[in-house]
């Protein structure tokens, strides 16, 4: 991801990939995947503030969570991440991904 180019972001209506995961907030249980809207905030060279549209949550994305950014339209994309993104209660929590080999 080209650092350099993050704060044009500013503004931007992004969906995440992958989606986030709503967790139950007793047992951590995963009650669904949330293809929801997010804003970006605010951007800099070094994160992405988002915030849901529809749960108001608000996670950081750092640019080595990122792949990268994928336009749709002049002002909204998917931004690929190499985390996933978990909502429980009003608190956020990521986790890495762990890469899928292929196996012979």
Not at 11 to 22: A, T
Not at 39 to 62: D, G, K, M, P
Request: glycine share 2%; hydrophobic share 35%; net charge positive.
């Amino acid at each position: 991801m080209n650092k350099s180019q993050l704060p044009k972001l500013r503004g931007h209506k992004v969906r995440i990939r992958p989606p986030s995961i709503q967790l139950e907030s007793v047992t951590w249980e995963p009650f669904t995947a949330r293809d929801d809207i997010w804003i970006v905030v605010s951007a800099t060279t070094e994160e992405l503030l988002i915030r849901n549209t529809y749960t108001q949550h608000h996670a950081t994305i750092r640019p080595d969570h990122m792949i990268e950014y994928v336009s749709e339209t002049k002002d909204t994309g998917f931004l690929m991440l190499k985390i996933q993104v978990l909502l429980r209660s009003s608190e956020v929590h990521i986790e890495p991904i762990s890469p899928i080999k292929n196996r012979p």
